[in-house]
Each structure stands twice: as structure tokens, then as C-alpha cells.
């Protein structure tokens, strides 16, 4: 059972560029969630989505990222115009869907991460 | 708002016993965990424990919290040069459950043979 699958695993863009980050979750498990490393700090959560639901978006930036995770195929985080704060390593996690009323203890299974450079 | 907080580095002797420690400030927290990044890997969930207990052992593992200090530690007894890594604390806060987690800045642990 292969694990959290991203990629590309290191991706340059110049500035005003697009960045495209995928992320294939582990077989059986229709939530995903973003986080985003900023060097020298941990990670923040950016977005949680089951299969084309965007659940909670509260730590996205409101302006150039979109996330989505379509009926079929990886999840999609996608960045327009990069800037150079945009630099950072984007990790992708997955779980496998639990009913609401059920002790909460969902195991998150993370990716290696995109290492996102932007020149 | 949430905060957590980490020393980003540690170093122990092979054979020792290894602390790490972490503090965090919201005090709603239903779960916290300690997660493991090897170089070039994802992170890796090593443990964690509900924040009704005080105390977890999981075979080197042991997971103490103080709930009045808001204070997690981890030790890891008899360290190895394969639990060389960086290790995340984290916190839940998601309404659902542990969904969103806020992580701590990590701490490399370093073993000197």
C-alpha cells in the first residue's frame, strides 16, 4: 500500500509563474489536508478537503491559492503568480473518512513534500 | 490564538536518554502528538496522547503531559543513531477532531556516538 504520494518533489518557478502541487492520497482515505513549511517554522495548516468539498479553508492566503481534490485524481494546490514569499515546503496528508460521532483520532499520513522555490 | 513552541535542537549520547520538550497555549487542545521527519521523508506519527492523560508509554516512548503548564514532553529512552530526526509536537484544533493540527517549529536531535 504505497503511502502519501506528491509531487514534483522540488519545483522552481520565477516569480509571476504558476506553481501546480499534487498530491495522490493513500488507497482507501478521502480526506486531504495542506500544510505549509516555512523555513525555520513549523508547518501551518492551509486547507482540508474531502473528495471535491472544500471543508476548511482558514489558513489559505484569500488571494492566488485554489485547492481542490476532484472525484477522480489527485488533489490539486495551486499558487498563481508566485512570489518569493510563496518559497516553502507544501506537505500533503491524508485520512481515512470516520463518522462524525466516533472518538476523534483520525491518523494523518503525511507526504514527503514540495519543496516550492520561487527565483 | 494558537501557538506552539519548541527548542529547535538537542543533542544525546547514544545510549542515553533523550527529552524533548514543548509548550503550547491553547488550552481547548483534545489530542496532542509527537511526529518524526527523517531527512527527505514525511513526517511520521510516533505517538500521542489525549489531554485527559497525563501519561503515555509506548515501548521507548514516554509521553508526559502537564495540562496546568500546557507542557508535553517526549523521551526516548536509550537513544539510537537511528532516532537521529527532527521531531514536531503538535496540537489539535479542528472542530472535527484532530484535522487541523498546529505544529511546533520542530527540534533536530542530534546523537553523538
Known amino acids: 500500500n504505497a503511502g502519501v504520494m506528491q509531487n514534483p518533489r522540488h519545483l522552481v518557478r520565477r516569480r509571476g509563474q504558476e506553481a501546480r502541487l499534487r498530491c495522490s492520497p493513500m488507497k482507501g482515505h478521502s480526506h486531504v489536508y495542506w500544510y505549509r513549511q516555512l523555513p525555520e517554522e513549523g508547518l501551518k495548516f492551509m486547507v482540508y478537503l474531502q473528495k471535491e468539498n472544500i471543508i476548511d479553508e482558514s489558513g489559505m492566503p484569500k488571494e492566488r491559492f485554489s485547492a481542490e481534490f476532484p472525484k477522480e485524481g489527485p488533489s490539486i494546490l495551486r499558487i498563481q503568480q508566485v512570489v518569493r514569499g510563496d518559497s516553502a515546503a507544501y506537505f500533503c496528508?491524508?485520512?481515512?473518512?470516520?463518522?462524525?460521532?466516533?472518538?476523534?483520532?483520525?491518523?494523518?499520513?503525511f507526504g514527503s513534500g514540495t519543496q516550492l522555490s520561487v527565483l | 490564538g494558537e501557538d506552539v513552541e519548541q527548542s529547535l535542537f538537542l543533542s544525546v549520547r547514544e545510549g542515553d536518554s533523550s527529552v524533548i520538550n514543548c509548550t503550547y497555549t491553547d488550552s481547548s487542545s483534545t489530542y496532542l502528538y509527537w511526529y518524526k521527519q527523517e531527512p527527505g521523508a514525511g513526517l511520521q506519527l510516533l505517538t500521542y496522547?489525549?489531554?485527559?492523560?497525563d501519561m503515555k508509554q509506548d515501548q521507548r516512548l514516554t509521553v508526559l503531559l502537564n495540562k496546568k503548564d500546557k507542557h508535553l514532553s517526549l523521551r526516548i529512552a536509550d537513544t539510537q543513531t537511528g532516532d537521529s530526526a527532527i521531531y514536531f509536537c503538535?496540537?489539535?484544533?479542528?472542530?472535527?477532531?484532530?484535522?487541523?493540527?498546529?505544529f511546533g517549529t520542530g527540534t533536530r536531535l542530534t546523537i553523538i556516538p
Open positions: 496528508a491524508s485520512s481515512e473518512y470516520r463518522d462524525r460521532g466516533r472518538m476523534a483520532n483520525e491518523k494523518l499520513f
Open positions: 503538535a496540537e489539535s484544533t479542528g472542530s472535527f477532531g484532530n484535522e487541523k493540527l498546529t
Open positions: 496522547i489525549f489531554s485527559n492523560m
